[in-house]
């Protein structure tokens, strides 16, 4: 009985990770897939839209126009999720309505446009078109126009049902597959413990790795193929729509040839999608009219496309064939693969951390206490799930604090606040819980942490209040502060002195790996959920880390005894060093300014009014996390190379200047409190982006900055703490303890980073180019710490 109860926890891995990927892969989808549909129903109301801006430009009321029932029942024959057209007046009265098709819940046509004016917002895509979220539906409001203005507006109801109907067939064979690979796994499992527990133990692997492999080639295929047919409606859309304009001719017995304005029509009907590379109409094979881009259409045949070819009459001799460019679908998959391979690397990341854990044996019959290499892969998963939990939500923090303070009618300097309390809540733990470590058990220490952290996000999800959001921050600060000293004193415990490398990189796999899967997943989960459900979500992962802790992790104790705590004793004592201080102010505390103020700060509020959508902010995040992960890897060699560990932090500190002089100059707009000359530069700068013939020339720029805030973080992280045991101050007190001073010392860069940032961004009227004046100051500092270097080495002794 106990193999098979040796198994349960492999088994249960498998369930959890395969739905995991199967559930975000779903969610990632519906968001883009829906986005394409919705993209596909602007263009299809388009040519609605410009008909009748025609008919209003010629002077007549709206009420006159002919033929409306008749237009919106074809785009309803077109895309089925259109659920309802209307034609309304700029005041919102109803001027037509029809429900092109019927729905049991609804009775009265125009109540489904009864949405008001603020829900609105401007979509991408259309002639000035606006899209509203309402239930299950969205609502897309395209302006009416004469020659002096909008006169009323072309609505639509786009039905979310007949949507995510499409996205579930799609994915039936994702979710049967992971039904079945997972019943494949167990019974494996279970026929393979038959021959022993080491055999299930040398099974576990292969076997989890080639699940994993099939059922990420299932979601590739399923993910790709739905964008690709996603990007090919539009043009299916527009070719049917336009076909139905004709048929109606057709029908009645009027001749193609003997018809006017036809490639006028089409000429139309391609400017309103100009990513249409040619629209064809041919009589038996024989080209009549052909509207071409010479940028995008290949050669005659059509090569380089993706075609759709809708037959207009009832002989299909007659043919309208709308052709889209290779480009144009890769391009749109590419955001899709995009945020696919951040949704892969997390779950993988996921799952190896807690397949380190089932190895290790740390599942089932618990040891009291696991030690070395088996102890470390048990105790990983513990600080990663709670380090997780709080990054999920760093990519919607920066929104909630601003719509919270805006709705409670505060300044905008508020809005950094709660990022400041949390750090001072974690800098405020870290004493208390180091004391701790030494009188209670350390377990006992963790689910303090784990409390505090679950407490915090389940504040600040469940009450709408500016003030909760600040408690429930600060409440998470003590809680990561608490994990902090807790995962560092149970790893040094329960290694040997020859494996103290381990234990440290037990703590920093920890944090990276949570940060990193954070961040990637929690952009993908927060663009289709609501705020606050979000944030309650992350809180039950924090509950699942207090039931991990409890459950599994060991009861452990220290075994000396408590030492006295001396800290401002080693505090008066280090702060009489040069080099020390030099480290502390010029770099130390810099760096942890930049990483709490700009990275996790400035950066996502940047982006998201940018326009950025919560995925986007957490894929940079995310390549801040993973860039920052493997610089820090490398750092030692990056050292040598480069020739001495204080090159190597002015090396780190020019890179931080310039990830946010460019996120400063690729964001920043005209107007605020800034220098003229800056403005310009940033006019400049984006004007080259927009001229480069690539459509994501701006977001690779903005992707470039965040890994240099990631280079400069990664080359200053570890080394710092090697130049200070290096320094005067380490041999004098103590490296230890100089060690643990400047701990606690750089805490006031996290503190003050968001308090200063913000109020950076506030005396520039939120213009992000206040970011590039923050990188020239750092530039600076750069230069006068080399200077200060060069000086003291200069001044010591051989």
């Not at 009985?1 to 990927?21: C, D, E």
């Not at 919270?404 to 990022?419: D, M």
């Not at 606050?532 to 459950?551: D, H, K, N, P, Q």
């Not at 990056?638 to 190597?648: H, Q, Y």
Request: with cysteine; aromatic share 8%.
């Amino acid at each position: 009985m106990n193999r098979f109860t040796a198994i349960l926890p492999g088994i249960a891995l498998m369930g959890l990770s395969l739905l995991m990927f199967a559930y975000v892969g779903y969610g990632e989808a519906t968001r883009v897939y829906t986005g394409m549909r919705i993209d596909r129903v602007v263009q299809l109301g388009a040519t609605l839209q410009h008909t009748l801006n025609q008919f209003a430009q010629s002077g007549l009321p709206l009420d006159q126009f002919t033929g409306f029932d008749r237009r919106a029942e074809q785009l309803g024959g077109v895309d089925t999720s259109i659920h309802t057209v209307a034609l309304t007046g700029v005041r919102g009265a109803t001027v037509a309505c029809v429900m092109v098709h019927e729905h049991p819940e609804t009775e009265d046509c125009a109540g489904e446009f009864d949405v008001h004016v603020s829900a609105f917002h401007d979509h991408a895509d259309g002639e000035g078109g606006e899209v509203a979220s309402v239930d299950n539906a969205k609502i897309l409001r395209l302006p009416v126009t004469d020659k002096f203005g909008p006169v009323g507006f072309l609505m639509l109801h786009v039905d979310g049902p007949t949507i995510r109907g499409t996205i579930d067939d799609a994915f039936l064979p994702v979710f049967l597959t992971a039904a079945g690979l997972f019943l494949a796994f167990a019974a494996m499992q279970t026929i393979v413990v038959l021959r022993g527990a080491e055999a299930a133990r040398r099974w576990l692997r292969p076997t989890f790795t080639a699940v994993m492999v099939v059922m990420v080639a299932v979601l590739v295929v399923v993910m790709f193929q739905l964008y690709r047919k996603g990007v090919e409606g539009q043009a299916e859309g527009l070719a049917r729509s336009m076909a139905a304009r004709l048929t109606a001719v057709t029908e009645i017995g009027i001749p193609i040839d003997a018809l006017s304005g036809i490639r006028e029509a089409l000429v139309d009907y391609r400017r309103i999608n100009p990513q249409i590379a040619a629209i064809t109409l041919t009589e038996r094979d024989k080209v009549l009219n052909r509207i071409t881009d010479q940028e995008h259409a290949g050669d005659s045949t059509g090569e380089g496309t993706v075609s759709f070819s809708q037959p207009i009459d009832a002989d299909q001799q007659l043919v309208l064939t709308a052709e889209l460019p290779f480009s144009v679908v890769i391009e749109a998959m590419g955001a899709g693969g995009r945020n696919f391979a951040a949704l892969f690397f997390g779950c993988m990341l996921f799952a190896t951390i807690f397949f380190r854990a089932v190895r290790a044996g740390g599942y089932g019959a618990r040891a009291d206490r696991i030690t070395g290499t088996a102890g470390l892969a048990v105790l990983q998963p513990a600080y990663f799930l709670g380090i997780l939990a709080d990054s999920l939500v760093l990519t919607v923090l920066p929104e909630i604090s601003h719509e919270r303070v805006v709705s409670e009618g505060l300044s905008g300097g508020f809005v950094s606040l709660p990022f400041s309390l949390f750090f001072i809540g974690l800098t405020a733990a870290l004493i208390p819980a180091s004391i701790l470590t030494e009188r209670i058990d350390l377990r006992a220490l963790f689910v303090g942490g784990a409390a505090a952290v679950a407490g915090g996000l389940f504040l600040v999800g469940g009450v709408e209040s500016f003030w909760a959001l600040c408690m429930g921050r600060t409440l998470g600060g003590v809680g990561q502060g608490i994990l902090l000293v807790a995962v560092q004193a149970y790893a040094f415990e329960i290694v040997s002195s020859e494996e103290r490398v381990r234990a440290a990189a037990a703590q920093v796999l920890g944090y990276n790996g949570g940060l990193i899967v954070g961040t990637g997943i929690g952009g993908l989960l927060a663009v289709f959920m609501p705020d606050a459900t979000f944030v309650m979500l992350a809180g039950l992962v924090a509950v699942v880390s207090l039931l991990y802790i409890r459950f599994v992790l060991p009861s452990l104790r220290k075994d000396q005894e408590p030492q006295p705590i001396r800290l401002f004793g080693d505090l008066k004592r280090v702060l009489v060093f040069p080099d020390f201080l030099a480290l502390l102010t010029m770099i130390g505390v810099t760096s942890k300014f930049a990483l709490a103020g700009v990275a996790i700060f400035a950066m996502p509020l940047v982006l998201h009014r940018s326009g950025y959508g919560d995925d986007e902010v957490g894929q940079a995040l995310m390549v801040f996390a993973i860039v920052t992960y493997l610089v820090t890897a490398i750092a030692p060699r990056l050292v040598k190379l480069i020739g001495s560990t204080d090159r190597a932090l002015v090396v780190g500190m020019i890179a931080l200047a310039l990830g946010m002089a460019g996120l400063g100059l690729v964001t920043g707009v005209s107007g605020g409190a800034m220098p003229q000359w800056l403005i310009v530069l940033a006019v400049d700068v984006q004007t080259a982006l927009e001229a480069i013939p690539l459509s994501v020339a701006s977001g690779a720029a903005i992707g470039l900055s965040v890994a240099l805030l990631g280079v400069g973080q990664g080359l200053i992280a570890a080394p710092i703490i090697a130049r200070v045991a290096a320094g005067g101050a380490a041999g004098a007190v103590g490296r230890d303890r100089t060690i643990a001073v400047y701990r606690i010392l750089e805490r006031i860069g996290h503190i003050s980073g968001p308090a200063l940032v913000g109020l950076l961004l506030v005396a520039a009227s939120d213009n992000p180019a206040a970011l590039a004046v923050l990188g020239i100051g750092y530039a600076v500092v750069a230069l006068l710490y080399g200077l200060a270097s060069f000086a003291m080495r200069q001044r010591a002794p051989a």
